[in-house]
């Protein structure tokens, strides 16, 4: 008996590695994918322009701003990895302190507003005066604001886009986040908050999003001992549910 339980821990053991394994090598190779695109147009755009000394100022400018946005993507991408890396760290503590979520949130509100009203969307929100909870500020601001980039990118033009808080317990906030978009197949959903999952991969490149974004959203929400579910709207459209202890 003691020998076939210390077989059948071992094969157990083995598995598990195995599988870790084959989940950071897969990892791994996302991130040198993913790290390739911005590195690669930099150094084009800007070999262009030392290869060309002669190149006039409009299509040097047009190269420089090209190269601009595309290392902007990779700082975005290098920070996103960042952030994951140090949630996926057991050893790394991150400080909490009292935090009011409705100041957070309308500080999402206030740094989307230029682009939200650019696309001509709605917002609705719906939330009580105060909703304080023992957090880190920077983790639940990631998760409002990946939220809103996310309808914001991919929803389409004219949405509608609502938050509220659809009840409370002693323990947790729970919230509501969705919007009328053109949302996604039912067969994305499960995958949806996997790095680097992307539904259109051409499009989500194109639009600049690091593929990191909802990866980000669960894991600061399971930090703060909460969960987070998705579901599509029967009209078009995502719905988030997720909840966040107080």
Do not use: W
Request: charged fraction near 25%; hydrophobic fraction near 40%.
């Amino acid at each position: 008996m003691m020998v076939a339980i210390a077989l059948i821990s071992n094969m157990l053991y083995k598995s598990v590695k195995d599988n870790e394994n084959r989940l950071k090598r897969q990892l791994t190779q996302n991130v040198s994918h993913e790290l390739k695109t911005p590195v690669a147009a930099v150094l084009g755009y800007m070999e262009s322009i030392v290869n060309n000394p002669d190149l006039d100022a409009e299509n040097k400018n047009h190269f420089i701003n090209k190269a601009y946005l595309q290392s902007k993507r990779l700082s975005a991408l290098l920070q996103d990895i960042s952030t994951l890396n140090k949630m996926d760290d057991s050893k790394f503590a991150y400080e909490k302190e009292q935090v009011d979520l409705v100041e957070i949130i309308y500080d999402v509100l206030r740094d989307t507003e230029d682009v939200v009203k650019g696309k001509g969307d709605e917002l609705v929100i719906n939330l009580p005066p105060d909703i304080i909870v023992t957090g880190n500020k920077s983790l639940l601001y990631s998760i409002f604001r990946n939220l809103m980039d996310n309808s914001i990118a991919y929803a389409g033009e004219g949405v509608t886009i609502r938050l509220s808080m659809t009840y409370s317990d002693p323990q947790y906030f729970n919230f509501v986040f969705s919007d009328n978009g053109v949302g996604v197949e039912e067969k994305h959903l499960p995958r949806l908050f996997e790095r680097f999952y992307r539904v259109d991969k051409g499009r989500s490149r194109k639009l600049g999003g690091t593929g990191l974004g909802l990866a980000i959203v669960k894991n600061a929400v399971l930090l703060h001992k909460g969960n987070i579910d998705v579901h599509k709207l029967p009209g078009g459209g995502l719905e988030f549910f997720f909840s966040i202890h107080r």
